[in-house]
């Protein structure tokens, strides 16, 4: 098997060693990540240190050793006498340190101290860096489900901060204030802990710009910067002259001890952390005269390793942030170790990924050639419709999921380019189909669903398990193979012998893929592009709810009835049903990326900002990508809000249905009302409000999934911490906003009837913000191609309703220490100089994000769906990104660093700064009441 091993200082070499035989209570593992700690940088710039030159007295082995202490795996063997409940193949974090068992300090319950002891992959015994490495089962701590391996593999390096933290547990309250001193891997894992544990107040001092940006990121409400600030003073002002409760050194200089002694307060504890390679001078008077304590802690115990994977499985602590770079084994040293000591400061831990699966880093290069494969689609329209909407791409659709045809896919294809060299599978190819039905039908049944499923049933002889279901009170639709049943009193879905073949389902290692993507306009064109372009199986699930008044009708009557937000809890109810029966269909319920596009990512922003209520701490996906959306985009208000009340009383009308009466005659005359008629009176009132950018039928705030507002949540960080993406076009307003306003009058008004409740002030500060062209020459929205106010309405339209709001969201994660990425999307939809004064509209991204190949710029296509494609894959952009493109860094906080998407093969990464006034005015917290935000 091939293992890393240290032979000395400077020299790791690639070999291959026997593989280990499992000896009697032993477990062997097949590791799964690795983590670099410092102390490998340490022996690799100059020992041995650590590792043994005469054998070690507990494994008795000499240079060369194995390395890597800091991993996860999964339990490839068990040895004879092995007591417990271990399982093959199960995932898990191995305590690699090791002890005699004898001595004093071991006998008084300090093993961590053992003067005998070491490390498996530093000390002997195997390491980490290896294809399989037996450990006694005492060191194998299983881990649940939801933890990932790679967080597993950093339960060890926490674990040493967790023990630093529970040494001034007594201390620690959330209402402390506490210091850091070093910003590297243990300080901020230390704050990792320190979130753990509740604190509010975390402060760290560090001198790199890099790792301060790193501190924000992970949760310290305050970064100083020792070498322009005085720590003590800025301490003591915070504290209003108290000092610190408790002060963590995990830099190890001589300054910070002093710092440390001076920044406590009376009868404060400092705790050492760090590992000191000299000896410094030190005046025991620096902590008598507060009567201060000084205390120092090494390494972990069992105990401190099994509160590390508590907090993670509740989610106290959330690790994947301190992963900056994934490499592979060969590559540990150029990558790995010299990575980490000539760029540390832009490094916080390497993992070194040990699955022998093939590099994915050209996924977007590949074609559907499995045979089996687990096909999860909806579409809203039947067959025909498709077709009539779609064109000639909608009969491609249609072809490839009903299979009423027998095309000749390659004339297709040099015809209409369509998902080049993609040849389409046959449905007899596909292990499973779901099938929702249409979202219009709040009160009645859908026709078209019954008759599609026995057209399916038909034409393929039911060798396909079929489930198909729609929304509302009533299940019309029937299942191949099986029954979908609903509960009469509530949401609860049963399944019947509806199983599907595992072969084909999307797998990176041992992970399952699932992509629920709520849409803007119900087309599975995405979807259908995303799963033809990946060279791996995957399950794209593309689910329909109820829309329009079906399913966002604000109004005291609903809001009495309990109805609000129908089409959120259509989506939740979705999200559950993934949950329960995913598996059913060869998915991963714990791996799904939920994702959305323009009013499909303002709803996958309402489940992501709403860890309270029934989801708190209780997410349903694992990830998602808000593609021009946000919690506070635009703006949904009560349904007291007059607009809304004018709505109802208008649809009621058009039906005929009267509002006088008491809830129960409205109702009744609403569920017996024609649905067609509802559909048809809520389509035009939409179709003659959307061009005022006045939207009705909305999710109204008060209702169910978004009981409180999107900036709220985002203030108190009542949000899932779930890595995320959030994308925005350059000119999000254009092509959208009135092309007739000449006059400052007119902008004035325009904002007046979009946001009613802004005082005379919020107007005169916009008025100001966004200058008259007409009054300004030089204004930076001079010019415009079709009205003086044109430029001027779009940019403050696109700053209010995407721009600002995905900024803010952005800054909420990353602040709160969630892996957060953010893009610019900068590429017209028309290479068309005729078409340059549209600039980069709303939803220009749609195509380009599924890597569809009838966009005008192929290679942006490719590039962007490469990093979308990773991050499902993995919850990274960069892990699987296309070769050549730009390492997509974490955003950061304010003044973040995003990628801007360019025509063809030219993405590069920008500072997110602008429009910074403007998008101060938009995201206030004082002002967001009166936007509706």
Not at 163 to 192: R, W
Not at 682 to 698: F, G, V
Not at 827 to 841: E, K, V
Request: charged letters at 20%; a negative charge.
């Amino acid at each position: 098997m091939r293992a890393a091993r240290y032979y000395g200082k400077g020299d790791i070499r690639i070999e291959e060693i026997p593989e280990p035989a499992v000896g009697p209570g032993q477990i062997k593992i097949a590791p799964a990540f690795v983590g670099i700690c410092g102390t490998d940088l340490h022996e690799y710039l100059g020992g041995p240190t650590f590792c043994p030159t005469t054998p070690h007295p507990i494994t008795h082995d000499t240079i060369p050793v194995t390395f890597g202490h800091e991993f996860s795996g999964r339990i490839k063997e068990i040895g004879p006498g092995v007591q417990g409940n271990y399982k093959i193949g199960q995932a898990c974090a191995i305590r690699p340190t090791l002890f005699c068992g004898r001595c004093a300090a071991c006998g008084g319950g300090s093993e961590n101290v053992c003067p005998s002891g070491g490390f498996l992959g530093l000390s002997g015994g195997g390491g980490g860096l290896s294809e399989a490495v037996c450990v006694d089962a005492e060191r194998v701590f299983p881990i649940p489900s939801h933890i990932t391996l790679e967080e597993a593999a950093l339960v060890e390096p926490l674990s040493t901060s967790w023990l630093a933290v529970s040494a001034a547990a007594n201390e620690i309250s959330p209402d402390s204030v506490v210091l850091i001193f070093g910003g590297g891997p243990i300080g901020l894992a230390t704050v990792l802990c320190l979130k753990g544990k509740g604190v509010k107040e975390i402060i760290v001092s560090e001198v790199a710009a890099a790792r301060q940006d790193f501190a924000r990121q992970f949760g310290a409400t305050r970064v100083i910067d020792p070498t322009k600030d005085d720590v003590t003073k800025v301490v003591l002002e915070l504290t209003n002259g108290k000092g610190a409760d408790v002060v963590f050194d995990c830099a190890g200089v001589p300054s910070t001890i002093k710092g440390s002694c001076d920044a406590v307060r009376t009868k404060g504890t400092i705790v050492n952390v760090a590992i000191w390679e000299k000896e410094i001078a030190f005046n025991p008077n620096w902590i008598t005269w507060k009567e201060s304590c000084y205390k120092s802690v090494l390494g972990y115990q069992d105990v401190d390793f099994n509160a590390v994977i508590d907090k993670m499985a509740t989610g106290a602590i959330k690790p994947v942030c301190m992963i900056t770079r994934r490499i592979k084994l060969e590559n540990v040293v150029k990558d790995g170790i010299e990575a980490l000591i000539n760029d540390k400061e832009n490094q916080v831990k390497i993992l070194i990924d040990m699955d022998d699966k093939p590099d994915l880093g050209h996924l977007m290069q590949g074609s559907m050639t499995s045979s089996h494969r687990i096909l999860v689609l909806a579409f809203e329209e039947p067959p025909d419709v498709i077709r009539k909407e779609y064109g000639t791409y909608g009969d491609i659709l249609v072809r490839f999921v009903f299979g009423d045809a027998k095309p000749n896919p390659e004339v297709e294809i040099k015809k209409h380019q369509v998902l080049e060299s993609y040849e389409y599978p046959q449905l007899s190819e596909t292990s499973a189909i779901m099938i929702a039905g249409s979202k219009y039908s709040a009160f009645e049944n859908d026709p078209w669903v019954p008759s599609l499923l026995d057209y399916i049933k038909q034409a393929y002889r039911a060798e396909i398990p079929v489930a198909g279901f729609c929304y509302g009170h009533q299940i019309i639709a029937r299942a191949l193979g099986g029954q979908v049943t609903l509960n009469p009193g509530g949401y609860e879905l049963g399944m019947q012998e509806v199983t599907a073949s595992s072969q084909g389902v999307a797998i990176l290692g041992t992970k399952k893929l699932n992509i629920p993507q709520f849409h803007r306009d119900s087309r599975d064109i995405d979807g259908a592009a995303f799963v033809a372009s990946s060279a791996k199986p995957v399950v794209v699930v593309s689910f329909n709810y109820r829309l329009n008044a079906f399913g966002f009708l604000p109004s005291g009557l609903f809001k009495r009835q309990g109805l609000m937000n129908l089409g959120l809890q259509d989506q939740h109810f979705f999200l559950e049903f993934l949950q329960r029966h995913l598996s059913s269909f060869g998915g991963d319920p714990e791996q799904i990326t939920l994702g959305g596009l323009s009013a499909g990512a303002h709803s996958t922003a309402f489940h992501y900002f709403h860890n309270y209520g029934v989801d708190k701490n209780k997410p349903l996906f694992a990830r998602a990508i808000l593609q021009s959306g946000s919690p506070t985009a635009r703006a949904f208000p009560s349904p007291e809000y007059p607009r809304y009340k004018k709505d109802f009383a208008a649809l009621m009308g058009h039906i005929g249905c009267p509002v006088e009466v008491d809830d129960s005659e409205q109702m009744s005359c609403l569920i017996n009302a024609p649905a067609e008629k509802i559909r048809k009176v809520a389509a035009k009132r939409y179709e003659d409000a959307k061009n005022l950018l006045d939207w009705p039928w909305q999710p109204a705030l008060g209702g169910l999934f978004l009981e409180k507002s999107g900036s709220e949540s985002g203030i108190d960080g009542t949000f899932h911490h779930l890595p995320i993406i959030t994308t925005y076009t350059t000119d999000e307003g254009k092509y959208y906003t009135p092309g007739n306003l000449q006059t400052n009058d007119d902008f004035i008004q325009f904002w007046h009837r979009m946001s009613p409740d802004l005082n005379v002030t919020d107007l005169a500060i916009l008025n100001e913000l966004y200058p008259d062209p007409v009054a300004h020459p030089d204004s930076p929205w001079a010019m415009s191609p079709n009205s003086t106010q044109y430029n001027r309405i779009s940019a403050s339209w696109s700053d209010m309703a995407y721009i600002c709001p995905s900024r803010e969201t952005a800054s909420r994660t990353s602040a709160a220490g969630v892996p957060t990425w953010r893009l610019r999307f900068n590429t017209p939809d028309h290479p068309l100089a005729a078409q340059s004064w549209r600039g980069i509209p709303h939803a220009s991204d749609f195509a380009y994000l599924w890597n569809d190949p009838a966009v005008p710029y192929r290679d942006t296509a490719r590039i962007y769906y490469s990093y979308i494609n990773s991050f499902v894959l993995t919850g990274d952009p960069n892990r699987h990104r296309r070769e050549g493109s730009v390492e997509w860094p974490q955003y950061g906080g304010r003044g973040g660093k995003q990628i801007v998407v360019n025509p063809g093969d030219f993405t590069v990464v920008e500072v997110d700064n602008a429009r910074p006034l403007q998008c101060a005015f938009w995201n206030d917290p004082e002002r967001a009441p009166r936007l509706n935000k």
